[in-house]
């Protein structure tokens, strides 16, 4: 006869795959949200209840995935990654490098494209996941109370991007000064002063970075910074070509350097939609090297992303917390690179062209 002070029995032949966390508060008698929080190990719960809670779910037999390991204090070894969508290019090889990365060390990766109180509350009150990889997109993606959920509850988390606040949260990002500086200096090697800039989202941190990285950039060619025309867009390949409708037809220029390649991509449309050649006419280049960047006509020069790397070191970083007790640096950067092909005005192989030395 079973222990149970509940007065149920579980039959022998009943499925423990049955079980939900929703049956385990019912038979116990406590809220979902309290049989979550002792489940999850949430200290504010009382001994007296959490014992109760626990009796039953050994009673039930109830420890499937996440939450076996979680009732004997281990981990779910899943983490979750929370993208704002999958329409990006990038997020397929970020994706892979964290994927790969985590299968490596016997961990799952959970995609949640909802970055919502109520995805986190799941996620952590229900015990499935043991960390948190987040994409930093802009104000909408990110709330600082979330956060401070995660941390409360000494739950690792690491951000992917340049946050506001960068100093308080753990991330990683890439060197979009130092890429931008690039592409600056490889301005100044084909003698362009007449430059356009075209920003992304006055909230993007990496937009701004790539602005000022340009700016040094130009000041190391000797070209006066404050001569550029400054444009914003929102990275869309349709802003690109409204700005580039708005600039063109009113002002003549050398080059326009996009903050990411989709607005090039706009702007290439829109020069051969009016019959201005590329590069012959005007050079064009973008950031973050996608797909599309190499096939384009002329291929575009632009800066190269490690998102596949970005994948894999923000997964390293969370397992040196979870199983070394480490703690994670406040941020790291990744290199980038120039990526010359033909949109710039060269004529030769496409080639590779580190990061200046800062």
Same mark, same amino acid.
């Given at each position: 006869?079973?222990?149970?002070?509940? %007065?149920?029995?579980?039959?022998?032949?009943?499925?423990?795959?049955?079980?939900?966390?929703?049956?385990?508060?019912?038979?116990?008698?406590?809220? $979902?949200?309290? =049989?979550? #929080?002792? /489940?999850? #190990?949430?200290?504010? =719960?009382?001994?007296?209840?959490?014992?109760?809670?626990?009796?039953?779910?050994?009673?039930?037999?109830?420890?499937? !995935?996440?939450?076996?390991?979680?009732?004997?204090?281990?981990?779910?070894?899943?983490?979750?990654? /929370?993208?704002?969508?999958?329409?990006?290019?990038?997020?397929?090889?970020? /994706?892979?490098?964290?994927?790969?990365?985590?299968?490596?060390?016997?961990?799952?990766?959970? *995609?949640?494209?909802?970055?919502?109180?109520?995805?986190?509350?799941?996620?952590?009150?229900?015990? $499935?996941?043991?960390? @948190?990889?987040?994409?930093?997109?802009?104000?909408?993606?990110?709330?600082?109370?979330? *956060?401070?959920?995660?941390?409360? $509850?000494?739950?690792?988390?690491?951000?992917?991007?340049?946050?506001?606040?960068?100093?308080?949260?753990?991330?990683?990002?890439?060197?979009?000064? %130092?890429?931008?500086?690039?592409?600056?200096?490889?301005?100044? =090697?084909?003698?362009?002063?007449?430059?356009?800039?075209?920003?992304?989202?006055? !909230?993007?941190?990496?937009?701004?970075?790539?602005?000022?990285? @340009?700016?040094?950039?130009?000041?190391?060619?000797?070209?006066?910074?404050?001569?550029?025309?400054?444009?914003?867009?929102?990275?869309?390949?349709?802003?690109?070509?409204?700005?580039?409708?708005?600039?063109?037809?009113?002002?003549?220029?050398?080059?326009?350097?996009?903050?990411?390649?989709?607005?090039? /991509?706009?702007?290439?449309? @829109?020069?051969?939609?009016?019959?201005?050649?590329?590069?012959?006419?005007?050079?064009?280049?973008?950031?973050?090297?996608?797909? @599309?960047?190499? !096939?384009?006509?002329?291929?575009?020069?632009?800066?190269?992303?490690?998102?596949?790397?970005?994948?894999?070191?923000?997964?390293?970083? *969370?397992?040196? =917390?979870?199983?070394?007790?480490?703690?994670?640096?406040?941020?790291?950067?990744?290199?980038?690179? *120039?990526?010359?092909?033909?949109?710039?005005?060269?004529?030769?192989?496409?080639?590779?062209?580190?990061?200046?030395?800062?």
């Amino acid at each position: 006869m079973s222990h149970n002070e509940n %007065g149920f029995k579980m039959r022998q032949n009943e499925k423990t795959s049955k079980i939900t966390i929703d049956i385990v508060a019912q038979k116990s008698g406590f809220s $979902r949200a309290t =049989v979550s #929080r002792v /489940l999850n #190990r949430d200290p504010s =719960v009382k001994p007296a209840t959490a014992q109760k809670i626990l009796r039953v779910v050994e009673d039930l037999g109830y420890t499937p !995935h996440s939450m076996a390991s979680a009732l004997s204090g281990g981990k779910t070894k899943t983490l979750a990654i /929370l993208l704002p969508d999958l329409l990006h290019e990038y997020y397929t090889q970020l /994706l892979a490098g964290a994927d790969t990365t985590a299968e490596e060390h016997g961990y799952t990766l959970l *995609l949640k494209t909802r970055n919502t109180r109520k995805v986190f509350q799941e996620l952590v009150e229900g015990g $499935r996941v043991d960390a @948190f990889i987040l994409r930093y997109a802009g104000p909408a993606s990110f709330d600082e109370d979330l *956060l401070k959920y995660l941390r409360n $509850r000494r739950i690792p988390y690491i951000v992917i991007g340049t946050p506001p606040f960068l100093d308080t949260h753990p991330a990683v990002m890439i060197d979009n000064i %130092g890429g931008a500086r690039l592409m600056a200096q490889h301005y100044g =090697v084909h003698g362009y002063k007449r430059i356009l800039f075209i920003t992304g989202p006055d !909230h993007s941190n990496d937009s701004k970075d790539r602005l000022y990285g @340009f700016k040094i950039g130009l000041s190391e060619k000797g070209v006066d910074p404050e001569r550029i025309v400054v444009e914003e867009g929102d990275f869309s390949q349709r802003s690109g070509y409204e700005v580039a409708k708005r600039c063109l037809l009113q002002d003549q220029f050398d080059a326009v350097f996009a903050a990411n390649d989709s607005m090039a /991509l706009g702007v290439i449309q @829109f020069c051969q939609d009016r019959g201005i050649r590329v590069p012959e006419d005007l050079a064009v280049t973008g950031f973050d090297d996608t797909f @599309f960047a190499g !096939h384009l006509q002329p291929p575009l020069t632009t800066i190269r992303q490690p998102m596949y790397e970005i994948g894999v070191v923000a997964v390293l970083n *969370l397992l040196r =917390v979870m199983e070394k007790g480490e703690q994670v640096e406040s941020r790291v950067i990744l290199p980038t690179k *120039l990526i010359v092909r033909r949109s710039c005005g060269c004529n030769g192989e496409p080639m590779e062209l580190s990061n200046p030395t800062t």
